[in-house]
C-alpha cells in the first residue's frame, strides 16, 4: 500500500506561517490527487486543499488567499503552505492520496495527522 507521512506542524502565533509537507512511499503507484484535510476538537473533519497530479487546486473558502497546496510529482509530496494564520486554523491537518496501484487496483490512503496550534 502507499503511506502517507507528514510534517511541519507545530505551534505559530496569529498573523504568523507554517510549512505542512506529505510524503507518499510504497509499492508502485500513480497519485491522481492530494489533499489535506483538518479537524478541530469536537468539530467535523473538513476539507483545506486539494492538488491534482496535473496541478489542479481546490480550497476552502476559510483558507483562500492565505494557504497554498503545492505538490512535486517527482518526490511524491505534496505542501501546504499556512500564512496569515487564525487562532481558528488551530486543528489536526492530515494529508490524503487517491490513486492507483501498478496491479490496477485503487488507494486511498491517509496520513497519521500533525497539530498545528496558533495562539492568539
Known amino acids: 500500500q502507499v503511506q502517507l507521512v507528514e510534517s511541519g506542524g507545530g505551534l505559530a502565533q496569529a498573523g504568523g506561517s507554517l510549512r505542512l509537507s506529505c510524503a507518499a512511499s510504497?509499492?508502485?503507484?500513480?497519485?491522481?490527487?492530494m489533499g489535506w484535510y483538518r479537524q478541530a476538537p469536537g468539530k467535523q473533519r473538513e476539507l483545506v486543499a486539494t492538488i491534482t497530479s496535473g496541478g489542479s487546486t481546490n480550497y476552502a473558502d476559510s483558507v483562500k488567499g492565505r494557504f497554498t497546496i503545492s505538490g512535486d510529482n517527482a518526490k511524491s509530496t505534496v505542501y501546504l503552505q499556512m500564512n496569515s494564520l487564525k487562532p481558528e486554523d488551530t486543528a489536526v491537518y492530515s494529508c490524503?492520496?487517491?490513486?492507483?496501484?501498478?496491479?490496477?487496483?485503487?488507494?486511498?490512503?491517509w496520513g497519521q495527522g500533525t497539530q498545528v496550534t496558533v495562539s492568539s
Open positions: 510504497g509499492i508502485a503507484f500513480s497519485i491522481n490527487v
Open positions: 490524503d492520496a487517491r490513486g492507483v496501484l501498478v496491479d490496477q487496483r485503487d488507494f486511498h490512503s
